[in-house]
């Protein structure tokens, strides 16, 4: 592993940990991947209009794209405080998780990640046998060893 590409969707930092540890083991750099849906989005565009309101300011969409990847840097800074490790993150917004594996698999490519790091959904025993939406789509359509880590 030269890249690894980790998926931040808010959801905790264990998957970011984990993907830190395996890339610093091998000197591997990081591209973390903030995703926020379309209503994630729009809550927090109300919330910054709010706050813009009060203050007479205006705020744009760059603004709360801005706001996602300062939650994610957080949350990377927690995670990684103590690996020797190159890292960065961009955001990106998502409507669906056919949208959000799209993005991945792009990011993925995009950046030269040859390993992705993503989150999974726990599911009853029946579904237990079959990944989610996206972890099956990013897994079929990513060239390369994806690693999930269920939530």
């Not at 698999?105 to 390993?115: F, M, P, Q, S």
């Amino acid at each position: 592993m030269d890249h690894a590409l980790a998926v931040y969707d808010g959801n905790g930092t264990d998957l970011l940990e984990e993907a830190g540890e395996l890339a610093a083991g091998v000197a591997a750099e990081v591209t973390v991947l903030a995703l926020m849906t379309d209503e994630e989005f729009e809550e927090t565009a109300e919330t910054l209009d709010a706050v813009a309101s009060e203050e007479g300011t205006g705020y744009g969409d760059s603004t709360v794209l801005d706001a996602v990847r300062s939650e994610a840097d957080e949350a990377v800074r927690e995670a990684y405080d103590s690996l020797d490790l190159e890292w960065e993150v961009v955001g990106a917004v998502v409507s669906d998780d056919g949208d959000a594996a799209e993005r991945i698999v792009e990011t993925a490519i995009n950046r030269g990640a040859d390993h992705v790091f993503l989150g999974g959904e726990k599911r009853s025993p029946t579904g237990k046998a079959v990944f989610g939406d996206r972890s099956q789509a990013v897994i079929l359509n990513f060239d390369g060893p994806v690693t999930t880590h269920l939530v």
